[in-house]
């Protein structure tokens, strides 16, 4: 999974301990490396849309330094950029097509690791390339990361956000009988 490199050593073995417990009903898929560029495309049309919604909140001022930053980045954005970065779906949606032929859902952490301090939502980087996609993700609270709740996200293939849900469902009451605890 993209971005797994940056994760909590704890996060990686919960999700290793899960993917385990699951035995046969899991198996280990590597995306194509076109996922691990696509965080750079997602977040180029995630700061050009902030500079252009946000544009007269930052001329009026007060906001953070954070949201400010983020507004001067994406004024930065060349239009072709911005353009270009919104054809990324269509390949990787291809390609999870043949992924989702394979299984109901992906499974990865949701977050790096415990929750950040509160003036960010966290690293995006576990959950961007979904939205970027257009496929539905659903985090389920399952597992502990000293002594915090982490949740596990499921992916599943557009359209397909019923079955999703019923998939998280299972895997919640699954966790509940099997005893798992990670």
């Known amino acids: 999974m993209p971005g ?91 390609m999870l097509d043949e992924v989702f032929q394979r299984c109901d859902a992906i499974l990865c952490p949701a977050a790096l690791g415990p929750a950040p301090a509160m003036e960010t939502t966290g690293d995006p980087i576990f959950n961007g390339v979904w939205t970027l996609c257009g496929t539905p993700a659903v985090t389920v609270p399952i597992l502990e990361v000293g002594g915090m709740p982490l949740g596990v996200q499921l992916i599943g293939p557009r359209g397909g956000d019923a079955r999703l849900l019923r998939t998280a469902q299972w895997l919640y009451d699954w966790i509940d009988t099997a005893g798992v605890t990670a």
């Open 4 to 94: 797994s490199e940056r994760a909590a050593p704890e996060t990686l073995a919960a999700i290793d301990e899960l993917a385990e417990a699951l035995g046969d009903q899991a198996f280990e898929i590597t995306l194509p490396d076109l996922f691990a560029k696509a965080e750079a495309e997602r977040r180029r049309i995630n700061l050009a849309e902030m500079a252009r919604c946000y544009h007269a909140y930052g001329v009026r001022g007060g906001l953070s330094e954070t949201l400010t930053a983020a507004i001067a980045e994406g004024n930065s954005i060349l239009a072709r950029d911005y353009i270009a970065a919104l054809d990324w779906p269509k390949p990787l949606n291809a």
